[in-house]
């Protein structure tokens, strides 16, 4: 069920930093003065009230011993020679100095002294007092953070612990994440045994980077491995790191190496690591954050420093793997990406089944149907769901779960959470549909292009309704002019399955135009592939660092040409696009209603469906290599979803003015 983060046992909770004793500091030194002044008081001799004429008599018989004027208190203190008394009297500052002058005459000891009352004095040590408190509150904090144990202790909530001897999670109490645990067991095994791969001479990769929407599993299955490998777990929250003094984030980092080396074989995890990976070029004030800067830079520093086969593994988890500085993601750092999607409907099964476990659930309860009516729900919904239903269960006075009590808590927890938009209606889950696979058969039915590896509809960020997956089947640094149109026509693939299936068409084609006029005007305007501008530059690619925008190096009207010719691009395309599955038509139809059925299609289930309508020979002609090897993270393409890659880079030399070579 859902576990309370906050509370593991094994872990001694660090003493609070207390205003109590701040309190305590405060009202010792108000008494030490209270005190000191009272002593004083009591050991002076005793002070009586006299008047104005009584010392004047007093001066004129010569039997003033001294006299003192206090300006401060405007008060005249005299004694007599004839006793210990002190005597006081009120004056103003003229009649005091007079009685000085006098008594100077007069040859008495005299003094002009300023002295305050206990409130003046008060008043003007406040500030420093205040001051003083602030410091040693701010000195015990620090010496707090790299004291205590572990030396990495954090200030804010969210860094009450970070070192766990063990997780106590297993791979069995993550479902659904079948491929990132499968990507995962690598690294187990590597703790299990570091020398084994440091014998080979092979090196693991220093860090995975887990990425997936929230509530997908990332920290859970962080801690798998932990416990698959059964090694210590170091965590810390990214955004921990920025809350801290400006520096503190740094050497916590260093910190967190220097303790996990000496406790190596262990991992290393962050979590949202993109409150300090962020990257460091675009954005931000002139200045930035200072200290996620410096925390970030510690961090590239300590990965490169780290010998790995000493059995340190880093994982981090994200759910903006755009934003990250590209330098967490060379080689050497986190070059793994493992992707912890949105589970599918049979995910959403499993993740049920490991949730209601602990639960006693009725005999009516149907967990196939509960994840039917969950599409777009993640992990961290669905424990929810079962944990809201048990105590539904509860409030009815029932000793089991029923069905219906899960029912109800789909509402809650999905409505409840304002997450409504997330789940879609069946008749957007339709539109969908058609949207993918168009996208899909458009690539699988046209030569030469990449095979498609993944269509699904369950949403991976917020706000994206489905994607398509295609895997390149090799590294390509240049492409043809042909494969640049044959690419924008996928991109246009899914508006116009819309148009053929619907005859209306949606907004959910935004990114996928964005992306298909882009490339089509960089077709001409920098890739020299027009007709009517022959090799001309029209635009030149800017400083990446600045906006990204191409700058126009060509007149007003030129523009002009070039914003026709490239909707005549996407215009052809488009029409290939329709042409193609209008085609094929009941080809579309069918995947569609597979994909809307199943929720996901893997690139061999698109396959089989299109042997069934064209003949196994057309699948061999158009693909000869099997992408199945082919799935790791990097190079995927994703289409129809939103942001993520950039388009295919084209011809890239990027040679400063240098002297040109010839061909
Ligand atoms: P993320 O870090 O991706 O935001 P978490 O790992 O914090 O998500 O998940 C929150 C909770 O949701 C977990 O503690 C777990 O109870 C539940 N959960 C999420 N994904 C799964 C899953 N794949 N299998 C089982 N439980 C899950
Ligand atoms: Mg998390
Ligand atoms: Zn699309």
Do not use: W
């Amino acid at each position: 069920m859902n576990q309370d983060n906050n509370k593991r046992p094994g872990v001694p909770e660090p003493p609070r930093p207390d205003g109590r004793s701040l309190i305590m500091l405060v009202l010792f030194l108000l008494a030490m003065m209270f005190m000191y002044f009272n002593i004083r008081n009591m050991t002076s001799p005793r002070t009586v009230e006299s008047t104005y004429t009584d010392l004047t008599k007093n001066l004129e018989k010569d039997n003033v011993k001294a006299l003192d004027f206090d300006t401060g208190s405007n008060e005249v203190l005299f004694q007599l020679k004839s006793g210990e008394a002190r005597y006081r009297i009120k004056v103003n500052s003229e009649l005091g100095s007079g009685l000085v002058q006098e008594a100077a005459k007069r040859q008495i000891p005299s003094n002009v002294t300023t002295s305050t009352d206990f409130l003046t004095i008060l008043l003007n040590i406040l500030p420093v007092l205040f001051m003083v408190v602030f410091f040693v509150f701010m000195f015990r904090m620090i010496t707090r953070t790299m004291n205590s144990k572990g030396g990495i202790m954090g200030l804010g909530k969210n860094t009450a612990k970070l070192y766990e001897k063990s997780t106590g999670v297993s791979f069995k109490d993550v479902a659904a994440q079948e491929e990132a645990k499968e990507s995962l067991t690598e690294i187990v095994d590597f703790l299990h045994n570091p020398q084994k791969y440091a014998d080979i001479g092979a090196r693991l990769p220093k860090g995975a980077l887990l990425v997936g929407p929230p509530g997908t599993g990332k920290t859970l299955l962080a801690k798998a491995v932990a416990g698959e490998a059964n090694v210590p777990f170091f965590s810390q929250s990214g955004s921990a790191f920025v809350e801290m003094f400006v520096g503190m984030g740094a050497a916590r980092v260093r910190d967190i190496f220097k303790e996990a080396e000496q406790k190596a074989p262990c991992i290393i995890f962050i979590d949202e690591i993109d409150a300090i990976g962020k990257s460091r070029e675009n954005g931000g004030l002139p200045g930035g954050n200072d200290e996620r800067e410096q925390t970030l830079n510690q961090l590239l520093a300590e990965m490169d420093g780290f010998d790995s086969t000493k059995g340190v593994v880093m994982l981090a988890a994200t759910n903006r793997p755009e934003v990250l500085d590209k330098a967490l993601l060379r080689p050497g750092r986190f070059d793994r990406r493992i992707i912890v999607d949105a589970p599918d409907l049979r995910g959403r099964e499993a993740i049920l089944r490991v949730h209601s476990k602990d639960v006693k659930m009725g005999d009516d309860v149907n967990l196939k149907e509960l994840a039917q009516a969950t599409p777009g729900a993640v992990g961290a919904d669905l424990a929810n769901i079962i944990n809201e239903g048990a105590l539904r269960a509860v409030k009815n006075g029932r000793q089991y779960v029923k069905q219906e009590d899960l029912m109800e808590a789909i509402e809650v927890v999905i409505a409840g959470q304002q997450k409504k938009d997330r789940i879609m209606s069946p008749k957007e889950k339709r539109i969908v549909s058609f949207h993918e696979i168009g996208h899909a058969l458009v690539a699988a039915l046209q030569k030469n292009t990449d095979p498609v590896v993944k269509i699904t509809i369950i949403p991976r960020t917020m706000g994206s309704l489905g994607y398509t997956l295609q895997v390149p089947m090799d590294d390509k640094y240049l492409m043809s002019k042909e494969e640049i149109l044959t690419e924008i026509s996928i991109l246009l693939g899914g508006r116009a399955a819309e148009e053929v299936e619907f005859g209306s068409i949606t907004t959910g084609a935004a990114n996928d135009i964005e992306r298909a006029t882009a490339m089509a005007r960089k077709m001409i305007s920098m890739y020299g592939m027009s007709d009517t501008f022959d090799m001309m530059a029209l635009e030149s690619a800017t400083n990446a660092y600045l906006d990204g925008r191409p700058v126009s190096n060509v007149s007003p009207e030129t523009q002009t040409k070039l914003d026709l010719e490239t909707k005549e691009i996407i215009k052809k395309c488009h029409e290939r696009a329709v042409a193609l599955l209008r085609a094929n038509r009941d080809l579309l139809t069918k995947a569609s209603e597979k994909l809307l059925e199943k929720e996901t299609l893997s690139g061999q289930e698109l396959v089989d469906i299109i042997k069934e309508f064209k003949g196994e020979d057309f699948i061999k002609e158009s693909h000869e290599n099997d992408p199945k090897d082919k799935q790791s993270g990097e190079g995927i393409r994703n289409l129809g979803g939103e942001d993520q890659l950039a388009p295919p880079v084209v011809d890239e030399p990027k040679a400063p003015q240098g002297p040109e070579e010839e061909s």
